[in-house]
């Protein structure tokens, strides 16, 4: 089905799925799983944050319910990424749009093939920028509480400038820069950090690379002693695999945060552990 063909159907059908529903003032709706994680640092137990794509889904792929429309349209908010990724944003009813906010503003943006990369998160520094803005946002639509929030945002940016410098250290100090990846969504990391990214696929998983993108990515992993080739859990790793059998390298798992597995959230995994878990794979291959 073409893409906003499904959300326009159900849109047709959003007053019969808002009959009955509940009260949801005091919920915050978001995109996808970093929108959630920034969100839930700051709003704390003031605001019961939901998270729109489900466990193990795509982002890229992902379309709200009718349901999910009606709950999202007598929330108090919703959260997005923007810059493309919500495919389906602009098509969301007129009163639900009204309160929806989209994080990534004034952040300075990268581009592939004159496509803005949505995927401005993996920058802890972004991540701040998008946390700040939220605080603004919370400012606006609940400022009786914004000393609160303003607590939790300089306790979220303590822990993602940690993280920083982390990633600045260690990263300052790996023998081989070149990131090799299963899609293109570490373009804001490699960026930040000295890191040449090359990407198997485009901006969305679903991009193919052609048998010449292919063989120039092979050139590539020898040229500049590659030895391991990263792939997705959420994105099939069978052309990662390929290329990894072609140079004769190992693959390793590279987590670009669009959503956790059931068992990570169990876990009590989040955007800094997870962070953490990708530099520790990112300098085990690049010492």
Known sequence: MKKGSLLITLLTLLPLAGCGQNDNSKTIYTSFYPVYDFTK??????????????????????????????GMTSSKALFLNGLGLEHWKDE??????????????????LSIDNVTDPHVWLSPKNAIK????????????????????EDNYNKAVEDFNALDAEFKTTIDGLSNKYLVVS???????????????????????????????????????????????????????????????ETGVKTETLNPLEGLEQEDLDAGEDYLSIMRDNLAKIKEANK
């Open 41 to 70: 640092r700051i709003v704390g137990d003031k605001f019961e944050v939901k998270n729109l794509t489900p466990v193990g889904t795509e982002p890229h792929d992902y379309e709200p319910k009718a349901s999910e429309v009606a």
């Open 130 to 149: 998008e946390m700040s803005n939220i605080l603004a946002t919370l400012k606006e639509i609940d400022v009786d509480n914004y000393k609160y929030y």
């Open 92 to 109: 969301l009813p007129s009163d639900l749009t009204k309160k929806s906010y989209v994080i990534t503003k004034d952040i300075e943006t």
């Open 183 to 245: 899609h293109a969504a570490f373009g804001y990391l490699c960026h930040e950090y000295g890191l040449t990214q090359i990407y198997v696929r485009g901006l969305t998983p679903d991009d193919e690379p052609t048998s010449k993108e292919l063989e120039e990515i092979i050139n590539q992993v020898n040229t500049y002693n590659v030895n391991t080739i990263f792939y997705e859990e959420l994105v099939s790793p069978e052309i990662s695999k390929k290329i990894a059998d």
